[in-house]
């Protein structure tokens, strides 16, 4: 990085804190003491990091000054009018506009507490921060979140499916927002969460969300991630979940959309035969970067963990893989597995991985695998040899290099989504 | 049944006790003052009679180096180094220099017999010709007239410059250069001695190569230069092992090995790393802190590294291959132990500039004790690298619950119509494996020495022979008081 863009950034952090300042009185829970102190802390800690930059190693393939020249503001009144949204799938929908939770869009159940972040911040003196780690984009979040989906799903509960919108407004300007995410499964308790993320297509904004997710002993969480932000947008995500004993935290992130995303998720498994699946898909084409950092902890014995991401990039795009597997001196008998694998559609995209293992515990069966490459000419020859013509051909092998990753989503309604959000891409970003 | 029977004699030469290199030789020494500073760079290259040109060069290093920070983003811990607290050169007191082996310091002979060195001519092992360097200086070389026949320069680094300043001057930092990082600056600066080796068009060298490096004196780093350089058209096998004496204080040894591989040509580059790796409560040690590179500049060119890390309380080493020559080859083949106090951080970098290149990585890390051991590597894929392929494939094995094995791959590939893959498994010995070996009548160190061995073929395969019989048998002993 330059001193230029270095620079850059240091005024987009400046840019941040100064609306911070001008805003801490109005922010949501503003007169909650141990809130207006969170934010304080989070602020004096993005003070001191600023916008993560390359020379931070677990930056160094993602470039933020794309956002540090954008000049974001906060969506200061609603849109006047709402967004288009796409048509309910399951029972119970919270629809967030600009980070702000919309309960006029909004289907919530009523058996458990679900619902806004802002009315319920109350009670969650000891729940804020818990989970999530100090990082700037974390930090910023803190300072700055306005609402986000707070829901307590009582052990042994059945909490069914539910539909979570992020929507991007139609603004003249360049907005940000970050939302903050409470979710919490008591033991025992089930619940399917479907998150889909919208922008329109020319607007610049960006979503910043952070989640914290506590799943329960034995309890299990199917988490699925729809990112189909507007070309323009920005989306710097970070999920942070914390498995007890006996608990499974599934998440498939599915990354479409965005000129950048960045999907950051950390799971720490904390008890003994606590489970993690990660799996995921990054398609991205024309003057998009699609970054995916996973982070495995595994402090606890008999766990396991299986990763599976696909990247497809096409045109002058760029993807990203890092995923690191931490195994804990506590961890023995742990399984870990983790693959990435990257198929490169055009002469300029680039793609670059890092897996990565850290393991202190010797009784461990932990491995990765990471491949790239081009389509397999073979493979294509034997379909047009079956007289399928060659496009046709190439989008029937980038979907099957997809259903390793994507076969992990059982829900049907997500599998709806998936599809509808991967329908056509080939053939879009071919032509 | 012959694997066995090799093992169970490594395992028995094993338990004659730890680290049997750890003797000290008595011998009237010359050092340069304490501390490192303009005058102490300008004193190396006086002692040294260099030319003009490389006393600028170093000194163009050391200011180089003076803004730079030392890195700190390997996995390895230890207490900041104070480089003014060591000597940077020290060499026998020999005033005249040898013309031939009749001539060296007998007791500096002996040293090396004691290592099991073949430093008489008459008993060639194989043949292979030897380069001794003791602390800063090189005291012998071996069969030099038989290679001069071949039109093969073999002698120390210091010579070289004497005797073929416009070689040197030609390829020295030409592929490491004097800023390439804090580890080679340093040595860029200071260094003192080290093999060269200019194998001419056409040439296939004969014998072996081998330079065998030994700290001795104490409080002194050791910065050695190797540079190799391979016409068209030839092959050449060079080896290379060090020892030092077992101390209490750490020791440094930064060295720079540059290999040029032209059209055709073929070098092959063996390490077995034994330095003093420091005692069971992780006292003492040798700080390993190298830079080997290899630029295949000319098409079809192939540089092939191997190394067995058993040393060193500390290593920090990347022997990397830029692939700049079409069809050129790159090869990475590892063993890392680390065992009691041990940390290792090594790995390779294969950097696809031409067409259809290709490379091979094979790292083996093998953790006991409280060691940590790190593989670390990058394969980069330029633009222009159509069709460049490579495998690698890290497995690390965990003795004991108090080690670690890390494995840190980094792929940035840019082009389209490259293949790159990687694998990586972390395990421990099965139990049903040391079952299986105890049930034939192995003791269980034995069985472990079996199975480490088993793990690490792969990579002792690429040995040559006498050093892969070595290189077993150091596998056994710095895994010893590992099991049990």
């Not at chain 1, 995500?237 to 479409?256: C, I, K, P, R, W």
């Amino acid at each position: 990085m330059n001193a230029q863009t270095s620079s850059a950034a240091s005024s987009t952090a400046g840019a941040f804190l100064a609306r911070f300042e001008g805003l801490r009185e109005h922010l949501p829970g503003g007169r909650l003491p141990w809130l207006a102190k969170l934010r304080a802390e989070a602020a004096a800690f993005f003070a001191a990091a600023g916008l993560p930059n390359r020379r931070i190693e677990a930056w160094r393939y993602t470039d933020l000054a794309p956002i540090a020249q954008a000049g974001f503001s906060e969506a200061l009144t609603l849109a006047a009018e709402a967004p288009a949204l796409p048509p309910m799938r399951a029972p119970y929908r919270a629809v967030f506009v600009d980070g702000r939770f919309a309960e006029n869009l909004s289907v919530m159940p009523e058996a458990y507490p679900c619902g806004s972040l802002a009315a319920g911040l109350d009670g969650t003196e000891s729940r804020l921060g818990a989970l999530a780690e100090d990082l700037p984009l974390v930090a910023l979040n803190t300072m700055l979140f306005e609402d986000g989906l707070l829901l307590d799903l009582p052990a042994g509960a059945e909490g069914g499916v539910i539909e979570m919108l992020s929507v991007a407004s139609h603004a003249s300007r360049p907005i940000a927002f970050h939302p903050r995410h409470l979710i919490r499964l008591g033991d025992g308790a089930s619940l399917t969460l479907i998150e889909t993320s919208l922008g329109p297509a020319e607007a610049t904004y960006l979503h910043n969300p952070v989640f914290e997710i506590a799943v329960g002993a034995g309890a299990t969480l199917s988490h699925v991630r729809i990112q189909r932000e507007g070309r323009a947008g920005f989306q710097l995500s970070t999920v942070h979940a914390a498995v007890q004993a006996g608990g499974t935290y599934d998440n498939f992130t599915l990354n479409a959309g965005a000129r950048l995303v960045r999907n950051e998720i950390h799971a720490s498994l904390l008890g003994p035969k606590a489970a993690c699946h990660m799996n995921g898909a990054q398609l991205a084409g024309d003057g998009q970067h699609a970054d995916t950092t996973t982070f495995l902890d595994h402090a606890a014995p008999d766990c396991a963990s299986r990763q599976t991401y696909k990247t497809v990039l096409a045109g002058k795009s760029r993807g990203v893989f890092q995923g690191k597997i931490l195994v804990r001196q506590a961890a023995q008998r742990t399984d870990g597995y983790q693959m990435n694998q990257a198929l490169l559609l055009s002469e300029e995209a680039e793609i670059d991985a890092k897996p990565q293992l850290e393991i202190y515990a010797d009784d461990v069966k932990c491995s990765h695998g990471a491949t790239v490459g081009a389509l397999d000419e073979a493979q294509l020859f034997y379909l047009r040899a079956r007289g399928i013509p060659a496009e046709q051909a190439r989008a029937m092998l980038v979907q099957a290099f997809l259903v390793e990753a994507v076969e992990g989503v059982t829900d049907p309604i997500a599998q709806a989504a998936l599809a509808e959000a991967t329908e056509g891409w080939w053939e879009r970003e071919a032509a | 049944m012959a694997a066995v029977a090799e093992t169970l004699e490594t395992v028995q030469a094993a338990n004659d006790g730890g680290y049997k290199w750890g003797f000290e030789t008595d011998i009237a020494m010359e050092f340069a003052p304490k501390g490192l500073n303009e005058d102490i760079v300008r004193f190396i290259s006086a002692k040294k009679n260099e030319p003009e040109w490389l006393l600028e060069w170093r000194l163009k290093a050391y200011a180089m180096w003076l803004k730079m920070e030392e890195p700190e983003w390997a996995a390895v811990k230890y207490p900041k180094i104070d480089y003014q607290d060591a000597y940077y050169y020290a060499a026998p007191s020999n005033k005249t220099v040898p013309k031939s082996l009749d001539e060296v310091d007998p007791e500096l002979l002996r040293t090396y017999e004691k290592l099991g060195i073949p430093v008489q001519e008459q008993q060639r092992l194989q043949g292979i010709a030897v380069d001794m360097v003791f602390d800063s200086v090189s005291v012998a070389t071996t069969f030099k007239d038989r290679l001069a026949k071949e039109g093969i320069i073999f002698c120390s680094i210091s010579e070289a410059v004497q005797n073929h300043p416009e070689l040197v001057k030609q390829y020295l930092g030409s592929v490491v250069p004097q800023g390439d990082n804090y580890f080679a600056c340093l040595n860029s600066a200071v260094f003192t001695d080290g093999s060269f080796v200019f194998i001419p068009k056409g040439v296939r060298c004969p014998m072996e190569l081998s330079t065998y490096f030994r700290i001795n004196a104490k409080s002194t780093g050791q910065f050695e230069r190797t540079l190799i350089i391979a016409e068209a058209g030839s092959h050449v096998s060079y080896l290379e092992g060090c020892t030092a004496p077992m101390r209490d204080e750490n020791q440094m040894h930064a060295a720079v090995v540059e290999l040029v591989a032209m059209d055709d040509a073929t070098i092959k580059y063996s390490t077995v790393q034994n330095w003093y790796p420091g005692d069971a409560e992780g006292k003492g040690g040798i700080y390993n802190f190298v830079t080997k590179r290899g630029a295949c500049r000319g098409a079809r060119s192939k540089i092939s590294w191997t190394q067995v890390e058993t040393g060193s309380a500390i290593t920090w080493k990347y022997p990397s291959c830029m692939l700049l020559g079409d069809d050129s080859v790159g090869e990475f083949y590892s063993v890392a132990i680390t065992n009691n106090h041990q940390q290792a951080d090594t790995g390779t970098k294969m950097w696809h500039v031409g067409k259809n290149t290709r490379s091979t990585i094979v790292s083996k890390g093998i953790s006991a004790g409280q060691g940590q051991n790190t593989y670390r590597g990058l394969v980069k894929v330029s633009p222009k690298a159509t069709g460049a392929r490579n495998f690698t494939q890290c497995d690390s094995l965990l003795i004991g619950d108090q080690c670690g094995a890390h494995t840190v791959p980094y792929i940035e590939n840019r082009c389209a119509t490259a293949k790159v893959e990687h694998e990586a498994t972390t395990s421990r010995i099965a139990e049903d494996q040391l079952f299986y070996c105890r049930s034939r009548g192995l003791t269980q160190e034995e069985a472990v020495g079996l199975i480490v061995n088993g793990f690490c073929r792969e990579v002792l395969k690429e040995l040559p022979m006498e050093f892969a019989v070595e290189a077993q048998k150091l596998l056994a002993i710095s895994l010893e008081g590992s099991v049990g």
